[in-house]
């Protein structure tokens, strides 16, 4: 978790975010679910996909 707040210059508001990140890629887990587009696109480069909801994917595709 220190890593990626680390590597992404995080302030203490968005450890919470890398703690979460962290666990999803410790877990395998490399897609999530997401209406909040700015707390998790700085972990696309670990591997994290914004995967839904299809209103957030439309934001993301269409580069809002």
Known sequence: ???????HGLTARR???????????????T????????DWKHFGSDGLVISGPALVVSQLTSGL
């Open 1 to 7: 978790m220190l890593e990626l707040a680390e590597k």
């Open 31 to 38: 897609q999530i679910y997401t209406y909040d587009i700015e």
């Open 15 to 29: 450890i919470h975010d890398a703690r979460h990140a962290a666990i999803a890629l410790t877990a395998g887990v």
